[in-house]
């Protein structure tokens, strides 16, 4: 399979084929092609087995933690983690271990959105 298609068909297991069609239609219109780039991407990097699905949105989620700029991202990111049955406990503890890394302030912030989407099916 082509890492394109790969792509496209991993971001639907993620997000739900109406979320991928929404953003591809977006990058479409702002410009042509660069969805392309975001499956592909996501074909190529997702397709290496060494790391299991949950450990690899554990780990963007505390990247995109870290930019504090990413919130629809991580939020797309974090239900995600909920479909894969990543617990809440397990992202929290995930995110304060963060803290020494990346500051009280940010890790603050970042449980309680956590808790904002867990609690809330946002």
């Given at each position: 399979?082509?890492?394109?298609?790969?792509?496209?068909?991993?971001?639907?297991?993620?997000?739900?084929?109406?979320?991928?069609?929404?953003?591809?239609?977006?990058?479409?219109?702002?410009k042509?092609?660069?969805?392309?780039?975001?499956?592909?991407?996501?074909?190529?990097?997702?397709?290496?087995?060494?790391?299991?699905?949950?450990?690899?949105?554990l780990?963007?989620?505390?990247?995109?933690?870290?930019?504090?700029?990413?919130?629809?991202?991580?939020?797309?990111?974090?239900?995600?983690?909920?479909?894969?049955?990543?617990?809440?406990?397990?992202?929290?503890?995930?995110?304060?271990?963060?803290?020494?890394?990346?500051?009280?302030?940010?890790?603050?912030?970042?449980?309680?959105?956590?808790?904002?989407?867990?609690?809330?099916?946002?």
């Open positions: 399979m082509d890492k394109i298609a790969e792509g496209k068909r991993t971001l639907e297991h993620l997000f739900g084929e109406e979320s991928c069609k929404n953003i591809s239609t977006k990058l479409e219109n702002i042509p092609g660069y969805s392309d780039y975001m499956f592909y991407s996501y074909g190529e990097f997702y397709s290496d087995q060494t790391i299991d699905l949950k450990t690899k949105e780990l963007i989620v505390t990247c995109l933690i870290t930019q504090k700029n990413a919130f629809p991202q991580l939020k797309a990111h974090l239900n995600s983690c909920k479909k894969l049955g990543i617990t809440k406990n397990e992202i929290c503890s995930s995110i304060i271990h963060l803290t020494m890394y990346i500051g009280f302030p940010t890790v603050i912030n970042a449980l309680m959105f956590v808790d904002e989407i867990y609690d809330n099916n946002i």
